[in-house]
């Protein structure tokens, strides 16, 4: 129960007429989509991109406010600021990798290793303020010992605190969460440069070369709007702080997934519509 007497916000199940209603959402986006005569395949990586993001967010540990106090462990902001500061450190990285080598491959890569290193810097930077500045040692509130490194934590965990700092278990979880995040943003972000690119001389009769860089400015536009989207649908997924993946919380990410696939593919379509040749 809430401090108001309501029931508690959050839960682990899926609603099935919500899961239902969104899953037709999906299928009628993809469905208009190979209707006005685009590949599906671009949406399909929209589609997929988003649900990395949204199943990525899950693993970035995410204190809020009680983290800055040393009341609880996790990164002293809000679960999209963070997911987002991720996953685009991670598209930023994948962008410019595919313009340096325009390998679909190593573009991916380099989003998920951008991604991965902007939150293993954050966590490294995070538990050296927590243990050096202000003078507390990582210790979960969710669970007795860590998962990877056995080390215990009732021993540590101040009283009337959820614990604080940063343990092992969430550093890792922020560093997998970034790879995740980075890779989907960078999957979002190339589908939509493949189908700006494809139809932007077109229906501005021009040369390819010519509207490269109108390309990937919107490209890059609209995935980063696409990965807000996706990081806000994850935070209120979670509702408040997460420690990472050994955090009951995370039992919620399939009904985050669903959300964002959804979300994702509605968007992709929208977004194709810029391109949409008319014949006009």
């Known amino acids: 129960m ?21 899953i037709v959402i999906l299928l009628v986006s993809i469905a208009a989509t190979y209707a006005l005569g685009f590949s599906i395949i671009p949406l399909i990586g929209i589609i997929i991109g988003g649900a990395l993001v949204g199943f990525g967010v899950h693993f970035v540990p995410v ?8 009341q609880a462990p996790g990164i002293a902001t809000g679960v999209a600021m963070l997911a987002a500061g991720a996953g685009l450190a991670g598209l930023f990285g994948g962008a410019w990798a595919f313009e340096a080598t325009g390998d679909f491959a190593i573009a991916v890569a380099g989003g998920a290793v951008g991604g991965g290193l902007m939150m293993s810097i954050t966590c490294m930077m995070v538990n050296a303020t927590y243990v050096f500045a202000m003078g507390i040692p990582a210790a979960s509130g969710k669970v007795a010992k860590d998962p990877i490194t056995g080390d215990t934590f009732p021993e540590y965990k101040s009283q009337g605190t959820e614990g604080h700092g940063l343990p092992f278990i969430s550093f890792f979880g922020g560093v997998i969460g970034g790879i995740v995040t980075g890779l ?4 979002i972000y190339l589908a939509l440069l493949g ?8 229906i501005m009769q021009a040369e390819t070369a010519a509207i490269q860089p109108l390309a990937i400015s919107l490209a890059g536009i609209f995935a980063i709007g696409f990965f807000l989207v996706n990081a806000v649908l994850a935070a209120y997924n979670i509702t408040g702080t997460i420690e990472g993946p050994h955090d009951p919380k995370f039992k919620r990410v399939p009904r985050a997934i669903i959300g964002c696939a959804v979300a994702s593919a509605f968007c992709g379509l929208i977004s194709m519509l810029i391109v949409l ?3 006009m």
Not at 195 to 202: F, N, R, S
């Open 277 to 279: 040749n008319t014949g």
């Open 2 to 22: 809430s401090a108001l007497g309501g029931a508690a916000a959050g839960g682990e199940g899926i609603n099935p007429t919500g899961t239902l209603v969104g």
């Open 195 to 202: 189908i700006y690119e494809t139809g932007l001389p077109v």
């Open 63 to 70: 204190g809020g406010a009680p983290a800055a106090m040393g």
């Open 184 to 187: 989907g943003g960078t999957l």
